[in-house]
T-cell receptor, first 112, second 116 residues
């Protein structure tokens, strides 16, 4: 069965702190995506990771991919309140067929 | 960047009504679009893959006769929820992928469907 599992599912943290969200998946894939969703809104694309060892950074967020371990991480540096949202990883399980399997989502709350 | 427009954003209607949701790619052509369903505080579940000019491919457990998909052009896919019932209430989101290597899917704003 194809599975994408995120950890943790809920995360409450203070501004200024660092933290990492983990995304494990169960089968071979070299395409992984990170999305952000605000309450009541749709998904915003954050990162596209296409190969083993890929690392991408945008502002306080950095994403990496280890295809051998079937693991991606989303690291938050010096969190600010504006980053509060639900973050989803999604894996293209079918080698470019564009069918995405989503993780459960990590609800991130950043407190002042 | 690529823009996907979804309409309507919210629908409230009586049980038994059929509801059509439109998904348009505004600045690119999409031979393939995707329809997802999201229950409150849960993840997205792929319902079907919409293919321009051919039949949609439905995921296991999704009723083809309940959720009719039409992809008549390279920029428009529609999802019709037929004879909707309260259990069909959900947030429906479409997406499309631009051409080119490993582009992310771009998502519409979603349609919140409430069946009374």
């Amino acid at each position: 069965e194809l599975k994408v599992e995120q950890n943790p599912l809920f995360l409450s943290m203070q501004e200024g702190k660092n933290y990492t969200i983990y995304c494990n998946y169960s089968t071979t894939s070299d395409r992984l995506y990170w999305y952000r969703q605000d309450p009541g809104k749709s998904l915003e694309s954050l990162f596209v990771l296409l190969s083993n060892g890929a690392v991408k950074q945008e502002g306080r967020l950095m994403a990496s991919l280890d295809t051998k371990a079937r693991l991606s991480t989303l690291h938050i540096t010096a969190a600010v309140h504006d980053l509060s949202a639900t973050y989803f990883c999604a894996v293209d399980m079918f080698q470019g067929a564009q069918k995405l399997v989503f993780g459960q989502g990590t609800r991130l709350t950043i407190n002042p | 960047g690529a823009v996907v427009s979804q309409h309507p954003s919210r629908v409230i209607c009586k049980s038994g009504t059929s509801v059509k949701i439109e998904c348009r790619s505004l600045d690119f052509q999409a031979t393939t679009m995707f329809w997802y369903r999201q229950f409150p505080k849960q993840s997205l579940m792929l319902m079907a893959t919409s293919n321009e000019g051919s039949k949609a491919t439905y995921e296991q457990g999704v009723e083809k006769d309940k959720f009719l998909i039409n992809h008549a052009s390279l920029t428009l896919s529609t999802l019709t929820v037929t004879s909707a019932h309260p259990e069909d209430s959900s947030f429906y989101i479409c997406s499309a992928q631009d051409s080119g290597p490993a582009q992310p899917q771009h998502f519409g704003d979603g349609t919140r469907l409430s069946i009374l």
